[in-house]
């Protein structure tokens, strides 16, 4: 079945960077693309970037534009969100979530990833 | 930014009873309208894509309608395991954005 595993929590330090990996299996990875949403606490979803997987085209929210980068590696299906110049604020779970081009909808979300910001 | 406005932001009801939760947009946006569901700890589930598609493996009492500005996700007999926020998202413009959610509670 369609997975998307991410990897572990993470705590970091303000003005450090941060790498979230997001392995998907079950699918053609080349067929659809990724996106990031992220969730502070208590707080509502929060769309960030999408990717697509075929040609690597790019779309970040105004947000997050120049701090955030996404990549893939297509060898290992694997999908990849950095965040620099992290702030407290951006303490948040952080997902990943297969895109269906057919309007846009986010259909298979990953396990999440806990990123934590203090000094 | 295409803002989205949910309401209610919460709403209390009784298993049975038939629920609707509204979201309009401050534009124009067709059919770009997808439905999630999200339960406390648990990443978000797709309910309703294009404003009124079911996706697949999500119970019938679940529907969504409108198209333009306004929408509406309607749950027709609510669940004990249909407890959980619901957001809508437009994917209209290349900058997606997310309602800010609807808390549904047992009554």
């Known amino acids: 079945q369609v997975q998307l595993v991410q990897s572990g929590a993470e705590v970091k330090k303000p003005g450090a960077s941060v790498t979230v990996s997001c392995k998907t299996s079950?699918?053609?990875?080349?067929?659809?693309?990724i996106t990031w949403v992220r969730q502070a606490p208590g707080q509502g979803l929060e769309w960030m970037a999408w990717?697509?997987?075929?040609?690597?085209?790019?779309n970040y929210a105004q947000k997050f534009q120049g701090r955030v980068t996404m990549t893939t590696d297509t060898s290992t299906s694997t999908a990849y969100m950095e965040l620099r110049s992290l702030r407290s604020d951006d303490t948040a779970v952080y997902y990943c979530?297969?895109?269906?081009?057919?309007?846009?909808?986010?259909?298979?979300w990953g396990t999440g990833t806990t990123v934590s910001v203090s000094s | 930014d295409i803002q989205m406005t949910q309401s209610p932001s919460s709403l209390s009801a009784s298993v049975g009873d038939r629920v609707s939760i509204t979201c309009r947009a401050a534009q124009y946006i067709g059919k770009y309208v997808n439905w999630y569901q999200q339960k406390p700890g648990k990443a978000p589930r797709l309910l309703i894509y294009?404003?009124?598609s079911l996706q697949g493996g999500v119970p019938s009492r679940f529907s969504g309608s409108g198209s333009g500005t306004d929408f509406t996700l309607t749950i027709s007999s609510l669940q004990s395991e249909d407890f959980a926020t619901y957001y809508c998202q437009q994917s209209y413009s290349t900058l997606w954005t997310f309602g800010q959610g609807t808390k549904v509670e047992i009554k």
């Open positions: 979530a297969r895109l269906v081009y057919t309007y846009y909808n986010m259909d298979v």
């Open positions: 990717l697509s997987a075929n040609n690597g085209n790019t």
């Open positions: 079950g699918y053609t990875f080349s067929s659809y693309g």
């Open positions: 294009a404003a009124s």
